[in-house]
């Protein structure tokens, strides 16, 4: 059965640092993937997704993801974390049929301390 | 072009009582996807539908819940008798002809609250 898992319920990490944020998928075909994020009280914002090509994607507020096969992983990545990152991340697996639709993950929620 | 709207933004029922979703997608988008997110969880596919064509129902719960996506107007998530267990965020995708996930655009949700 197709699934996500993201290991992390909450992370928590300094502004200026490193952030890095994991997604296993479970999917028999070339998955879709990709990662969203949500403000407290707000709908879902696409950072970035993947379906072939290069396996590092370039997201939208300096987010970036790399697609490894082999691991059946799909980590979200940001060299310096803002403040303003604070918010749910979630991974998501795009099924095909009929058209298609996602499978979440339970979410990670990050923290950012001064 | 306004993206995908979804009204109303936040929702009380009492139980018992039948609460209309509603959600009006991208101009030129004719796939409609509707998700729960219960609290503490991510989001859980419910149903997929085009204009008069529901596709892909498995989410749906056997009871209570039904979906609508007419030739006019917005598609329609309608729960009937709500009970406090169906207090959650319901979220509203779209999508152009062809591209499924890969060409979904979100609403900001609908929260409902059961008292």
């Known amino acids: 059965a197709q699934s996500v898992t993201q290991p992390d319920i909450h992370i928590t990490v300094s502004e200026g640092a490193s952030l890095e944020l994991r997604c296993n998928y479970s999917?028999?075909?070339?998955?879709?993937l990709f990662w969203y994020v949500q403000s407290p009280g707000q709908g879902l914002q696409l950072l970035l997704k993947y379906f072939s090509g290069d396996t590092l994607v370039q997201g939208i507020k300096g987010f970036e993801a790399e697609f490894k096969r082999s691991q059946s992983s799909f980590n979200l990545r940001k060299p310096s974390v803002h403040w303003s990152d604070a918010a749910e991340y979630f991974c998501?697996?795009?099924?095909?049929?009929?058209?298609?639709?996602?499978?979440f993950g339970q979410g990670t929620e990050l923290s950012v301390k001064p | 072009n306004a993206g995908v709207m979804q009204n109303p933004r936040h929702l009380v029922r009492r139980r018992g009582q039948e609460a209309r979703l509603r959600c009006s997608p991208m101009k030129g988008h004719s796939h409609v996807y509707w998700y729960r997110q219960l609290p503490e969880e991510g989001l859980k596919f419910m149903v997929y539908l085009q204009k008069e064509n529901i596709i892909d129902e498995s989410g749906m719960p056997k009871e209570r819940f039904s979906a609508e996506f007419p030739k006019e107007g917005p598609s329609i998530l309608r729960i009937q008798q709500v009970v406090r267990g169906d207090s959650a965020a319901y979220f509203c995708?779209?999508?152009?002809?062809?591209?499924?996930?890969?060409?979904?655009?979100f609403g900001s949700g609908t929260r409902l609250t059961v008292v």
């Open positions: 995708a779209s999508s152009p002809p062809g591209r499924g996930p890969y060409g979904y655009t």
């Open positions: 999917y028999g075909a070339t998955p879709y």
């Open positions: 998501a697996v795009g099924v095909g049929n009929q058209g298609g639709k996602l499978i």
